[in-house]
């Protein structure tokens, strides 16, 4: 499901990392500088002074929160999974689902997890990608940040899988402080790696756009990275020549 990418980066860039320069595919540079910086406003005057605030909120809770959310999007993981015929990892969602919205108490806990079921996200541009759809030019797009039209379009796919969109008394206002909340945590446990990938980035935007195009090729590979290619902070410069 949905979080914005652009405050996942810096986690996807700690847990990940990138294994080899990403080309740039990005036509509409001069567009798209100018919405990141607009994202950048947008994040140092509201997104970024609420997740620090959201911090002050005890930790536990706000793993249950990140495990509730995380639980809300399993049916749209596993409806990809299924698309994906991956047999494996579409049971491993299905039984995570299930133990977790039970024994977990509605996702709130993650008893999941200490089976050995590890959670993993799939969503419909993977899966796109797998049936050979092309993935197009580089944008970035308000609030949702670094995307292209295979994955825009993708979302859009998965906002229909998702059951909660078909519930009876469903209300937009309810999906919108959804993600608000997502993209609230999602930024608050970015902080700090976040901050010091800014700082050490020649050119900002192309580092995030590096970053996101070797993370959403580690994403397509269902994760699979070399963990002695991880780079160290101190080579996020190197990234903005690529």
Same mark, same amino acid.
């Given at each position: 499901?949905?979080?914005?990418?652009?405050?996942?980066?810096?986690?996807?860039?700690?847990?990940?990392?990138?294994?080899?320069?990403?080309?740039?595919?990005?036509?509409?540079?001069?567009?798209?500088?100018?919405?990141?910086?607009?994202?950048?406003?947008?994040?140092?005057?509201?997104?970024?002074?609420?997740?620090?605030?959201?911090?002050?909120?005890?930790?536990?809770?706000?793993?249950?929160?990140?495990?509730?959310? !995380?639980?809300? %999007? @399993?049916?749209? &993981?596993?409806?990809?999974? +299924?698309?994906?015929?991956?047999?494996?990892?579409?049971? *491993?969602?299905?039984?995570?689902?299930?133990?977790?919205?039970?024994?977990?108490?509605?996702?709130?806990?993650?008893?999941?997890?200490?089976?050995?079921?590890?959670?993993?996200?799939?969503?419909?541009?993977?899966?796109?990608?797998?049936?050979?759809?092309?993935?197009?030019?580089?944008?970035?797009?308000?609030?949702?940040?670094?995307?292209?039209?295979?994955?825009?379009?993708?979302?859009?796919?998965?906002?229909?899988?998702?059951?909660?969109?078909?519930?009876?008394?469903?209300?937009?206002?309810?999906?919108?402080?959804?993600?608000?909340?997502?993209?609230? !945590?999602?930024? %608050? @446990?970015?902080? &700090?790696?976040?901050?010091? +990938?800014?700082?050490?980035?020649?050119?900002?935007?192309? *580092?995030?756009?590096?970053?996101?195009?070797?993370?959403?090729?580690?994403?397509?590979?269902?994760?699979?990275?070399?963990?002695?290619?991880?780079?160290?902070?101190?080579?996020?410069?190197?990234?903005?020549?690529?």
């Amino acid at each position: 499901m949905l979080r914005p990418k652009f405050l996942l980066l810096a986690v996807a860039f700690a847990v990940t990392g990138c294994a080899a320069p990403s080309q740039h595919n990005d036509p509409f540079e001069r567009g798209n500088r100018f919405m990141f910086k607009v994202n950048v406003q947008f994040d140092n005057y509201l997104l970024k002074p609420v997740a620090k605030g959201y911090l002050y909120v005890p930790s536990p809770v706000r793993q249950s929160v990140r495990n509730f959310l !995380d639980n809300l %999007a @399993s049916p749209v &993981t596993l409806v990809n999974d +299924i698309f994906q015929v991956q047999g494996h990892r579409a049971s *491993t969602t299905a039984l995570r689902f299930g133990i977790n919205s039970t024994v977990g108490l509605f996702g709130l806990f993650d008893p999941a997890k200490s089976l050995g079921l590890e959670k993993h996200d799939e969503d419909f541009g993977q899966t796109m990608a797998v049936w050979g759809v092309p993935e197009g030019p580089y944008l970035f797009t308000p609030i949702y940040g670094p995307s292209s039209p295979r994955e825009f379009s993708g979302w859009i796919m998965d906002w229909t899988f998702d059951p909660m969109t078909h519930q009876d008394d469903w209300h937009l206002e309810n999906a919108i402080g959804r993600y608000a909340i997502d993209g609230v !945590d999602a930024r %608050a @446990s970015a902080l &700090t790696v976040l901050d010091e +990938i800014e700082r050490s980035s020649v050119d900002f935007y192309a *580092t995030v756009r590096s970053l996101y195009q070797q993370n959403r090729a580690s994403e397509l590979a269902n994760g699979v990275t070399n963990i002695d290619d991880l780079p160290d902070l101190d080579e996020l410069d190197d990234l903005d020549d690529f």
